[in-house]
């Protein structure tokens, strides 16, 4: 592999004073047990975004909307009534033990799949411990488990089920204020580096163009955005799927104690590259750094930030900042919200959603950023609070590691809300820019 290297002359810029609160206390978790089962969880999901979609229910459906109790729902037959809960989703492709069982024993019971919703999925509305099917005028395949909902209609006590007639979610919820900004002021979101020990020539000399970039490097190609960005924000996966790939390859040929260790040494040499590589940037620009599902982290839910040894030259640097995924933070008065991916991939695959925008406006919709955890998502077993819902929405929010670039404006009342779908760097060789003065987003290609 050829040495990434930064210039050694050229325009360079200084750090720029960056009005910055970091919001990621949310996601960050405390005590860590796993002693608890997941029915707290989703009666803490309930408890906190109960009343935000009854508030809902009444703007859509008035003030005088009877809401219902389902453990008394036999009491209504006939009568035009509300119901709160969260919907549990039945899905007749769902993963099981009985696939993963049968696999040991080199049986394929089912061909793989990235869609997991067929034609006989039904949806299921619970609150606390009662539940029924709902009917009707409801839209199952694009509905995920875990989503709060409202529904209106009626019992039909002979089959147990409701037949709806019309629902809504807790959200979009309202923006806060943001100022605007009197020059150009560009943050930089990147996400799958791809970095490994064999690394293709032409990533590579990408890498090199994108820290000359970013440092402020003028060859002639740069444009003058460089001197204006104030941020990199570095969204997940630094590490090559290539190289999981084969580890996954090692572990099937050796002991688990030999791939461990041969893990371990593989794994630490790329984010020696990566420290260094993210410690020379944070000398001329702000850095936020988020894990994603092929880091050194754990997979499950938020993903804390990573470890100070695993980039130990980079926490040195004031300026460089390891945070959770999800990512939330306000910058110079932009509240910017994302993920490394996985929520957004969750819920493309139990749903009919494909495309990364259309799930991230169901998201404000929901008021929730995963709602398929823990079901469907690795999450740590909440009880006391659920750490993705959406209170407040953010001016921009993003997914990154997804296949291509795309960005849309979402009307939210009186703001304006950027969508954006952030490709993978190993795969398209390309950054996003957001400007702070008008949320503009564009992509700038190294290739």
Same mark, same amino acid.
């Given at each position: 592999?050829?040495?990434?290297?930064?210039?050694?002359?050229?325009?360079? &810029?200084?750090?720029?004073?960056?009005?910055?609160?970091?919001?990621?206390?949310? %996601?960050?978790?405390?005590?860590?047990?796993?002693?608890?089962?997941? %029915?707290?969880?989703?009666?803490?999901?309930?408890?906190?975004?109960?009343?935000?979609?009854?508030?809902?229910?009444?703007?859509?459906?008035?003030?005088?909307?009877?809401?219902?109790?389902?453990?008394?729902?036999?009491?209504?037959?006939?009568?035009?009534?509300?119901?709160?809960? #969260?919907?549990?989703?039945?899905?007749?492709?769902?993963?099981? &033990?009985?696939?993963?069982?049968?696999?040991?024993?080199?049986?394929?019971?089912?061909?793989?799949?990235?869609?997991?919703?067929?034609? @006989?999925?039904?949806?299921?509305?619970?609150?606390?411990?009662?539940?029924?099917?709902?009917?009707?005028?409801?839209?199952?395949?694009?509905?995920?488990?875990?989503?709060?909902?409202?529904?209106?209609?009626? @019992?039909?006590?002979?089959?147990?089920?409701?037949?709806?007639?019309?629902?809504? %979610?807790?959200?979009?919820?309202?923006?806060?204020?943001?100022?605007?900004?009197?020059?150009?002021?560009?943050?930089?979101?990147?996400?799958?580096?791809?970095?490994?020990?064999?690394?293709?020539? !032409?990533?590579?000399?990408?890498? !090199?163009?994108?820290?000359?970039?970013?440092?402020?490097? !003028?060859?002639?190609?740069?444009?003058?955005?460089?001197?204006?960005? #104030?941020?990199?924000?570095?969204?997940?996966?630094?590490?090559?799927?290539?190289?999981?790939?084969?580890?996954?390859?090692?572990?099937?040929?050796?002991?688990?104690?030999?791939?461990?260790? /041969?893990?371990?040494?593989?794994?630490?040499?790329?984010?020696?590259?990566?420290?260094?590589?993210?410690?020379?940037?944070?000398?001329?620009? =702000?850095?936020?750094?988020?894990?994603?599902?092929?880091?050194?982290?754990?997979?499950?839910?938020?993903?804390? *930030?990573?470890?100070?040894?695993?980039?130990?030259?980079?926490?040195?640097?004031?300026?460089?900042?390891?945070?959770?995924?999800?990512?939330?933070?306000?910058?110079?008065?932009?509240?910017?919200?994302?993920?490394?991916?996985?929520?957004?991939?969750? &819920?493309?695959?139990?749903?009919?959603?494909?495309? *990364?925008?259309?799930?991230? /406006?169901? /998201?404000?919709?929901?008021?929730?950023?995963?709602?398929?955890? *823990?079901?469907?998502?690795?999450?740590?077993?909440?009880?006391?609070?659920?750490?993705?819902?959406?209170?407040?929405?953010?001016? #921009?929010?993003?997914?990154?590691?997804?296949?291509? %670039? @795309?960005?849309?404006?979402?009307?939210?009342?009186?703001?304006?809300?950027?969508?954006?779908?952030? *490709?993978?760097?190993? =795969?398209?060789?390309?950054?996003?820019?957001? !400007?702070?003065?008008?949320?503009?987003?564009?992509?700038?290609?190294?290739?």
């Amino acid at each position: 592999m050829e040495n990434l290297s930064l210039p050694s002359n050229g325009s360079l &810029i200084r750090l720029q004073p960056v009005d910055y609160e970091d919001k990621c206390d949310q %996601f960050r978790v405390g005590r860590k047990s796993f002693q608890t089962q997941y %029915f707290p969880y989703y009666n803490a999901r309930a408890e906190q975004m109960t009343k935000m979609v009854e508030m809902r229910a009444k703007q859509q459906w008035g003030e005088d909307t009877k809401f219902q109790e389902l453990n008394q729902i036999n009491e209504t037959e006939g009568q035009k009534v509300c119901l709160v809960g #969260v919907i549990f989703k039945y899905l007749e492709k769902h993963p099981s &033990i009985l696939k993963e069982v049968s696999e040991d024993f080199q049986f394929k019971l089912l061909e793989e799949e990235t869609k997991f919703t067929g034609e @006989n999925d039904f949806v299921m509305l619970q609150q606390g411990k009662d539940t029924i099917r709902l009917n009707g005028e409801i839209k199952v395949d694009e509905l995920v488990n875990g989503v709060m909902i409202a529904v209106v209609g009626y @019992n039909k006590d002979e089959i147990n089920s409701f037949s709806v007639e019309d629902y809504c %979610f807790a959200g979009p919820m309202a923006c806060i204020e943001r100022p605007i900004p009197v020059r150009d002021q560009f943050i930089v979101i990147v996400s799958g580096l791809g970095f490994s020990k064999k690394m293709p020539l !032409n990533l590579t000399e990408s890498l !090199n163009s994108l820290s000359d970039y970013l440092i402020g490097f !003028n060859d002639g190609n740069s444009s003058n955005e460089s001197s204006q960005v #104030v941020k990199l924000i570095i969204a997940g996966n630094c590490i090559s799927k290539q190289v999981r790939i084969d580890q996954s390859k090692e572990e099937e040929s050796v002991t688990s104690t030999q791939w461990a260790k /041969k893990q371990k040494t593989t794994t630490a040499d790329i984010m020696e590259m990566v420290d260094n590589w993210i410690f020379q940037i944070g000398k001329f620009i =702000e850095v936020d750094i988020m894990p994603g599902e092929l880091d050194p982290t754990s997979i499950i839910m938020p993903q804390q *930030p990573l470890h100070v040894a695993v980039l130990p030259k980079s926490n040195t640097l004031n300026s460089i900042r390891c945070l959770t995924n999800p990512y939330a933070a306000k910058i110079n008065g932009t509240y910017i919200m994302g993920s490394s991916g996985q929520t957004v991939d969750s &819920i493309r695959a139990y749903s009919s959603f494909d495309e *990364p925008l259309e799930i991230l /406006k169901q /998201k404000l919709i929901w008021s929730h950023l995963a709602p398929t955890a *823990p079901d469907a998502l690795y999450s740590y077993p909440f009880t006391d609070k659920d750490p993705f819902v959406i209170d407040v929405c953010p001016h #921009v929010l993003f997914a990154s590691n997804q296949d291509h %670039f @795309n960005v849309q404006t979402y009307k939210n009342k009186d703001q304006d809300v950027r969508l954006l779908s952030i *490709p993978s760097f190993e =795969e398209k060789l390309t950054c996003v820019l957001i !400007n702070l003065k008008n949320l503009k987003c564009d992509y700038m290609a190294f290739n």
